[in-house]
Structure formats: C-alpha cells, structure tokens
C-alpha cells in the first residue's frame, strides 16, 4: 500500500519578500525572471494547460495542516489504503459531512481525549463542509468507540469526553446498558470506568 508523502512540487515566490530584495538585484535578474515565467507559460499553453491559479497557505498560518489534510483525504480516496466504507450524511442544501477510517502516516494528537495516534494506528478522519467553510479532524478510535455507543444523537467537534463526563455524573452505573461498557473499545472502557470511579470517590 502507498504512502501519501509530501511533494515540493511548486516554486512560490512571495511578492512582499521580492520587494524587500529589490535594491539588491538589478534589472538583468528582473529580465531573467520574467524570460522564464514566460517560457513556462507559453510551455503550458502549447501542452493545452490552463494558467495556473492556486491558493497558497504558508506553513506558520493555522489552516497549514488542515488543508494538507485535505488534500491527503482526496488523493487517498479510493486507495487500497482504506480498507473500509466510506459514510456520508447531507447536513443541509450547503452542507456536508463525511467520515472514513485512515491509518496515520504520522504521530499526531487526538483533539478530543488528547491521545497521541501513533503512526500505522486507524484513526477517524472526518470532512465538515459549512457555511462555505472546511472543517477536518481526526478522531481515535477510542473516542470514535465513545461516539458510537453514547452519542447516538450526534456530538459535538472537541466535547466528547467533556459531554460523556456530564452525562456519567448524572446517571447511575445501573442505568446504563448492560453491554454498554462491555462494547467499549479497551482505552475507551478505561476512559468510562476512571470517569465513574472519580465520581464514586
């Protein structure tokens, strides 16, 4: 199975960081530049190509990761990699929600119970498309287990171990399900049984 990696694929020239260095270079280098942007340019069109329109993120802005997830969820789509069924559900006429199962091809923290999702683990990657806005996030398995079993009206993107706890302190060990616990997945029943033994204490 594939891998997706990271490709420098693209030479970005920001127009801030030209003007900064425009005493430094001389006309000669401003001609060069311009020779080859129109090589490449006209190398596109002969090959039928569009002119290149593209959004660039840098790497210190908050929505850097988000979008390298998203553009990972879209190359991946279909691969072997997933070995699962993908889920989607319409929110409304300008909504969308999706939800797969993906193997993290790094380390990186689960935003709901702040658990490291070690790389080669399955996690729950999912896609909120709202208000002409993109929301990812990543779950593990843990807390998609959480998900499954106590929040069958839906959740809340970064509540769940807060709303589980408010709804542990409100019930009774024998009000819940009899194979509630049981179904659990095993860092998802510990999660459970530490919430119920600090409230028992």
Not at 18 to 40: G, P, T
Not at 75 to 94: P, W
Not at 155 to 177: A, C, M, R, T, V
Request: glycine share 4%; proline share 2%; with cysteine.
């Amino acid at each position: 199975m594939s891998e997706f990696k990271r490709e420098k694929r693209y030479i970005v020239i920001k127009i801030s960081d030209l003007m900064d260095v425009k005493r430094a270079i001389n006309q000669e280098h401003l001609y060069s530049l311009d020779v080859i942007l129109e090589f490449v340019e006209a190398s596109r069109r002969s090959r039928g190509k569009k002119p290149l329109d593209c959004v660039v993120v840098e790497s210190d802005w908050p929505e850097y990761e988000a979008t390298w997830d998203t553009i990972e969820d879209r190359v991946v789509k279909g691969d072997e990699q997933m070995n699962c069924s993908c889920s989607a559900t319409s929110l409304d006429g300008d909504g969308y929600y999706s939800a797969r199962t993906r193997k993290a091809a790094k380390d990186s923290t689960c935003p709901e119970c702040g658990k490291t999702i070690r790389k080669g683990e399955e996690y729950l990657f999912t896609t909120l498309f709202l208000d002409g806005a993109i929301h990812n996030s990543k779950m593990c398995k843990a807390c998609e287990s959480l998900v499954d079993n106590f929040f069958e009206e839906g959740y809340k993107f970064g509540q769940i171990i807060e709303d589980l706890e408010s709804y542990l302190d409100n019930s009774w060990i024998e009000d819940l399900p009899s194979n509630c616990i049981s179904k659990l997945h095993p860092d998802a029943k510990k999660v459970v049984c530490d919430i119920l033994q600090r409230y028992q204490d």
